[in-house]
């Protein structure tokens, strides 16, 4: 009984220094864009919390940079690409799990193996075939590059949780005069609803904090996402390090938003339909 008490106090305790760890820089961010430029880079730089707490640095944010504009691109970009791989990740989930094709465990494994490569291989051949196909620096090519970067394992996320659908459903299905393409939309694809959810929003959450592809393909100031943004804001003789952090937290909103509501999908969605497969 006393040894099991030892375990579950120094498991509680490593969970609170991990926890601490992890929340550190959330809570160094949230003080930076909280102070004054003169405390950032003073003698009280060091200071953990601002000594005179102001709301300036997001002023000045949305008064010296296009932040609307932003965010807008943002939305637009994360958006449209989320709903779009959830759209063929859901129809190429059904697919794996219900027909039988020559390949298909080859086919399944490619896919699974696209995502072990690092993405500084793929700037190459993105960057020639947005250039082909007049796509450079527009929102259009960005979507298209964040569907092709959350496609594959959000693939396998739906294989997972559409092959925990009884396969019996499909058949009683088929029995009442049902085609395969009802039985997807009528009976299959509400039960997914879970996993559609929690799918959607790993693909918005990746797309959003995207920035590498984005850097490289966009050389308009309006074209840019908010994470790019906030990565240039750094001038070159000086960085307002409280303007910075104050975006980043704008940045950070939709998305702590999103997974307090959505939170419960999310784990399920990263720890079962990930798995089932």
Known sequence: MKRTKSRT???YAILIIGAIFAAFP?????STALKPISEVMGRSASNMLPRHPTLEPFVLVFKDYPVGQYILNSCWTAGVSTLVAILFATLAGYGFSRFTFPGKGTFLLFILATQMFPSVMLFIPYYKLLGSYHLSNTLTGLILV????????????????VNGIPKDLDEAACIDGC???RTFFQVVAPLTLPGILSTGIYAFVTSWNEYMFT???TSSDLKKTLSVAIGQMAGFDSVMWNEVMAASVISSIPLIV????????????MTAGSVKG
């Open 9 to 11: 106090i120094g498991m």
């Open 26 to 30: 959330v809570f160094y961010m949230v």
């Open 146 to 161: 964040y569907t092709a970067t959350v496609l594959p394992f959000c693939s396998w996320m739906m294989y997972g949780y």
């Open 179 to 181: 085609g395969k393409v």
């Open 215 to 217: 850097a490289l393909f």
């Open 258 to 269: 999103l997974f307090i509501f959505l939170q419960k999908y999310f784990i399920s969605g």
